[in-house]
C-alpha cells in the first residue's frame, strides 16, 4: 500500500517514464500520475465504471495512457 497525506489505495503495478512514474490501482480502477523528480501527484484518472477489473496501464510518449482491464461498456463478458 502506498499512503498518501489524502487516502490510502492499493497499487497493482507500476509504470516508470523518465519523467513520471503511473501506479494502476484496481479499487476504484484508478491511474496516478507521479513526478519522479518530487513525488508530486500530477494527474489522477479514475476509469469507468464499466472498467470491472484494471490490470496495468503505461504513459505514452505524447503523455496518454494505454490500460489493459476487463469490461466494456456494451458488454461486460467481452
Known sequence: MIRSKA???RVN???LTSRNLLVTSPQPP???QYNTVDAQLLREVLLPQFVSELYHGVETSR???V???WGTSQYKQQ
Open 63 to 65: 503523455g496518454t495512457f
Open 13 to 15: 503495478k507500476l509504470s
Open 30 to 32: 484508478t491511474l496516478r
Open 7 to 9: 487516502d490510502t489505495f
Open 67 to 69: 490500460v489493459g482491464h
